[in-house]
């Protein structure tokens, strides 16, 4: 489409004073994520895997050479002007949080460990009917009732805001997936919420309550979980009312990654697909609570959509319908906290003929989600900055299941993602859209 | 860019009319293609893996619900119209050489054999020192020298023309890869070129009598392998100068076709790189031939850039810089007319943190590479049609190594080439760009 | 142990005249095994992955180069000498049921057309609750109990080998694997069993019935399914009774076989094993059922077995404690007939230092099973006629739950298998056991 | 055989006082073996690997219950008797060269860091025409010609034996592969061997004077490296001559040992054979050093007889005759200390029908050579307290070439090598030979 249906949205504002980062959930990627902060501001690393930090964004045509960093053509909040903020039932700091998780090496804890010893969780909103599995949930809020706890929560932000002179903030969720939950009246409207919350309804999940306070203080929220927390009316409703933008859902990292590339790739290439077989093992917390077929049914379901968008078997029935798509995660303690991907692809070619690929992938979960935590903080910082509100679809580059406005198929080829993130950047800036084309360096 | 820096092409006349395919070569991947044609002719098998018989092409916003075929869109010839001509040294007709290369199964050749048997070789330009180890050659043209031997094409052209009452031609480089030969001044003008052909000049390999008389016919050249053939000034400037679309080199099948795959999608997330060791088995005669290190040593360069191109280590130092870049063919008969790629794939995360992906193989060569035979063809002749002369590097999505501009780096990224060939499409035909930007539902 | 501690067994009796080899079952790996000797017959085919037809035996010292054949060593009855009898709910002869397999192809399947065609399944007892998913099961026997059915073989038996003149016969459960059962008190006495049978008892399944009309006829019985059938006190007494061999269970094909190759391997070098993940995939009907969670319970308890008798974990907790094992089996379509299984096998070396192996087996079921339906014919017949009866433990060989003597261990490890199996075959013809001590040639 | 044809060997003396183990070679295997030996002894760490540590070894028949360890059965050296030697021509202690090494973690090193420290390499023989690419080789010995430096071998070892009060002596060659020298004239009689030496003959490598230095003062030489060594009739004559046992060569570690346990278990069931791919990728000097075509030359050989001797593809032609067999080594700096091997085995069942097995194996060199280090020397010493001399075969076990007698072809299934191991412990401790044969249990 054409630039000129579009309002450039207002010149953003550049990023002065501090931005304070709150993760519900002090974990493996919260940890990792902020250890990683911290050592790169050091010097003592590099923050690979963000986009933010380390990349460039392609300005005018190839042969005008412009080409500047992400962070030096937007205005992003710097590494050094980040603090942090966090709540977990369990009150482990940091530092015993990043050893007990087993992601990062000793001897990379170790040269910040005063400094992650400093973060302590505040006591969160927290019921075990939610997500289960969790033990020595001691640090935890009592309240009258769930709007009181949201209200708490408000109070939180609004305490690190004041002690660590922050002026703008954002919420990445990093917490475990909770039970599945149907978006019912109670999530239509704000009214109908606020009084849920006051009748301790069991539909309020305490990440709704993390989503509302941040919502209500004027402060982005980013979902890296599958579960609703701010994806339904009542809570979109709030955000364009108070201009807050907000993306989701599940951060996009290891086999679904792997198959926003690879499906592209077959489908540009108009190869057809019998069947795609995936299988995980994992070794961690998350290999134990998805090892259960309950609460893997709620993953499987976002798991299995990604193909069928990409492919789009209702308009390539000949090469898309009806392929067999398997997908299985399996338990399997030696594995530790990384995971392995393995993917047998079954894929048919000229006149119908079978060609198989097979991938093994191992990997690191936290390692791939930390540096999303820190480029959708900046990212929806800025967009906030832009005057942007809502629904951020640009940031599906980032979500496994993207949220979009009704009515809109969720877009997970990862090319298109990325050229729609990199394309609204240069919208926002007021630059030319990149199409590719091309054709004059041959005229 | 904006479209408005762009004159639109001429509006492309219609497609009306027979189209003769010329290929040079009729082995394995020759008869896979014209066999592959006339199944789909007679709806036995489905053009699986091509664009222009497959793809549909988005035009206009995403709620506009435009999505036609691409051959709908465009005026291509319709398979219907297609006619064949061919030249080998062997003198083998379709349906022997079919059957010889062993990669359609009989059930499948022998319901069009009296069709393949029809299609019987032209002699062809053949000496052994630009292509080793073909035994058999006895179907091959004599002159008093090369310029005689390309005049001896061209007349073979226009008998096909005029016996088979086609309109239009295409030729599409189907043979052996060639001896590596570097241009010298006998390729830098169209009177040096004509003067070394008369002197027999060693330079002069001959597919590049093919592309010399293709050009001279009309009629655009495509090259599916590495050999120069028409890259070099003396044929491009004729080109320019006939107003014949040229495009090449070497088909991008197999184990390439999959690191211009996933090789963006790490950089898209700004993942690291240590290393990626790649090892091919192959069975046939091209595994035999590229065992050798000699001739290896030329499809290894092609095979080596592909990388560097993507991932711009010069931009990306940190991520890129001195990654450990092995490729290696082995010889291995059991393998058949199959194929078999591994590759092992070291990239680092956050903080550096190391990961591995495996991928393995099993394809097919000449399946992968019949419908690209089929969408150069048609999409060459369509440009033709819109005017279009020289180098086309829309076409870029199905080569290995794509002729550019001079000055310019070819554009590996399939995903960056899939984008440019469509909006050429769009372009060519008046429509929109497409950017992903999509603003406008969250307005 | 010394040799001087075992009689040696009578001298076996020669093979002559005609073998009957009974299959209940014409499905996939009766077909393959029947149409695999009719072709090795005529001499179109080797008959590959068999012993009996293929393996030599060494006998006397390294140096005095005597390895006959086994064939020739042993009196085993002629592929010319043998007969076919099979039962079958599905009344599909032999050539229909081979094509609907998938196994072999169409060009190995003509040549034997008429042959196959001859063979046609007689009436089989069957019940639905014993065995699912079968549907078109309209070639049933009816009798007014089970005894009767019983008996009814018995007679089948005997026309059979009246009309082909056949002096000798064996059977060989080829049929599918039947619902789980636990030995009762049905199960101890000959007496016990007949009653039951006469009762109509549920514990009595379809494939007891055959195992003891073919004890009661007095011919070797071999089980290649899980299911109880001749694995209970009455049938293995009435065996010892008759003098006739039994053996079983469960042919061992594909994963379960490369477990009992490569666990021998690691313990032969005292390596451990934290972890041992494998998934199969299957697309035919054997991976339907076993893709339901209840069918597979059975199958998953034989496959985990194997690997704690090999490693011993009681013996060397320090290697073997608490390893991680999974067994998973998916249905997976795409597979169509063949199999896949993939392990990933974690272990550690000196210090605990951890390593980890990948398998990836692409491999077919019926193919590998059929050589084992024909050996364990042949040489259930020659034990027969060496006096031979009761448990073939020898034959353990063959099956991934072998039948013991009871309180002993059943030997899973491939080697040490293969190493009784031959110093059986030895023993019997009275040559000297091998122990590949060897140290005459040092001395 | 019969044990009656082999006296026994005299009852072995018990292993009393101290046991020096000398390595010419200080590196990554060396080092790994020493602070691997030294953690155990201190308790923080087990002797994974070791069968001399870790082993049973079944007596009697299976009811028997007598299964002892190894250790406990025969009288080995314990591993608080042991004490070290080294030679190695870069001066590094223990301690820098582990850490240079890079297989153990600094974890692991640093408590016994003081210990590494003590264990300072003696100047070794050392000439950079034999190993190349060994920089840094300043500890040197200096002599008048060869036969004077092998004496002052020979004192070394009577220093190290006298300063430790060592009562007996063993000699592991753990140093790089020298080049490749085919035995001469000069390596048939010790006269002329110790001829040679005076000489500075060029076909006496450094290797072969440590050998000879150990034989003539009486302790047993293992020969870890491909290389010659002790390998020709000089020095085997003069091991007779002197009693002292003598084995080699190449530690079997990585993907050979895999392929002598997948070989036997094709062989065991018959199936054929119709290719073997291998590819190895190795990151560090190892690799670098076989990356190189004329080293690599002398590996591949070694690597490729093991196939065809497990095979016999004289004996089966139908099903190993003319398999492809392809091994290639690729250095591949990622991989850092580890090894990454990738085997392709095409296969042949039933009829001729194909399969196909792939094996990723990540392994470590050191950490399987290390054990092997420990069990040669134990085993080595206890044969020499046996009355063995010259050749080891039962030491095979551990060897990628085993030596043999004259004429005799090598074992190398690794199954009836460890049958042949601890058939031969059983046999000089005067109990019966394990035979599987088990027939009393059914009589």
Redesign the interface.
Known sequence: ???S???K?TSPAPATGKLAIFTPGLGAVAT?FIA?VE?VRRGL???????SQ???IRL????DGR?PLIKDFVSLAKLDDIVFGAWDPIPDNAYESAVNAGV?EKS?IEPIAEFLKGIKPMPAVFESRYVTRITRATNVKTGKNKRDLAEQIRADIRNVMQSSGATRGVMVWTGSTETFISPGPQHQTIEAFEKAMEENDDSIAPSMLYAYAAIMEGIPYCNGAPNLSADFPALLDLAIEKGVPVSGKDFKTGQT??KT??A??LK?????L??W?S?N?LGNRDGEVLDDPASFKTKEASKLSVLHTILQPE??P??YKD??H?V?I??????GDNK?G?D?I?I??????P??????????DS??A??MVLDLALFSDFAMRAG?K??Q??LS?YYKAPQ??P??QP?HD???Q???LK??LR?LMGE????????????
Chains 1, 2, 3, 4 share one sequence.
């Open positions: 489409m054409s630039d249906n579009l309002g949205a990792t990683g050592r690393s590099v923050p690979i895997g963000s986009l380390m990349a460039t005018g045509k190839r042969t080409s990062l990379d990654w792997m590339i690879i592209p790739g540009a290439r108009m190869l057809g019998e069947g077989y299988t093992i308009v390539y000949e090469l392929f067999s398997v299985r399996n338990y399997y303690p030696p594995r392995e393995w047998n079954d048919k070619g000229w006149l119908g003929y060609m198989q690929i097979k991938i093994n992938f191992l990997c690191r390692i791939l930390a540096p942007m809502g629904i679809e640009w580059f979009t406005a009515g809109l877009e990862l090319f298109i990325q050229t729609k394309n609204t919208h030319e859209q990149i199409t590719h084309l091309g054709l004059e360096y041959y005229q």
